[in-house]
């Protein structure tokens, strides 16, 4: 059987690529195992500076968590432990490499929810992107509930998620969800080219900066620039010696 996820590096840059094409990338437990995996080679591997996420084949980046595993756990109790002992979404977003996510085609339930983990989403035009999990009976579980108030408007959110209607990429771009619309043949060559971008500015300043406003969002003001202070004074480090 193919890896579900295709890890390739070169010059600092690790696309990561969902590869399961026939099923529009479904996010199965194999598929989980397997991004695990390559989140931790992310974390742990100092060649990679910058990381693209993608989806593999013509028609999706991923539509979701396999409904096919649906209930096959051995138990609720098995499934919810394995989740407690491999937070995947929670490693994600504590990663302190830029993390971009290049969506096309369907973008939906975990595949949009883990595009929300990553820092930066540039969609092609002919992406959709919803939450559809409510239509199955079911409530986002990739984060998707906490992430996507984070990006779009409150009422946006609410509005995706109790109805579980995708939106088109055009949408997504008013309303914040993804920073930029792309033609689909120029999807990868423009999240390559913003990656060189952020390749080229310092890697410690990224990881400060990328961490200053993440947990900034957490905090009252005056706490958060307390904290902009702090990281500051560590950025200035390299300058002192
Ligand atoms: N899990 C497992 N398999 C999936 C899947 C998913 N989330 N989404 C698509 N697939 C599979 C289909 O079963 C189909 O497999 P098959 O060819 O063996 O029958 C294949 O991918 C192609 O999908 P298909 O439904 O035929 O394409 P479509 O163009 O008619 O519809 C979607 C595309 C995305 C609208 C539709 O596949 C869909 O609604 N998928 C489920 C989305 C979802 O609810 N995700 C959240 C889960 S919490």
Redesign the pocket.
Known sequence: MPDTILFEKAGGLAWVTLNRP???N???MRMRDELWDAALAVRDDPDVRVVIFKGAGE??F?????????GTAPSYVESRRARRQRDLWGLILSLEKPLIAALHG?A????IELALCCDLRIASDDA?LG???V??G?I??AGGTQTLPRHVPPGVAMQMVLT?D?IDAATALRYGLVQRVVPRERLYEEAESLARTLMSRGPLALRLAKRAVLEGLELPLAQGLALERRLAQRALIPFRR
């Open positions: 026939r099923t529009l479904a996010i199965n028609r999706a991923s539509a979701g968590a396999d409904i096919s595993e649906f369907y939906l339930g975990a595949g959709r939450l559809p999990e239509g199955l079911y986002p579980s579980g995708p």
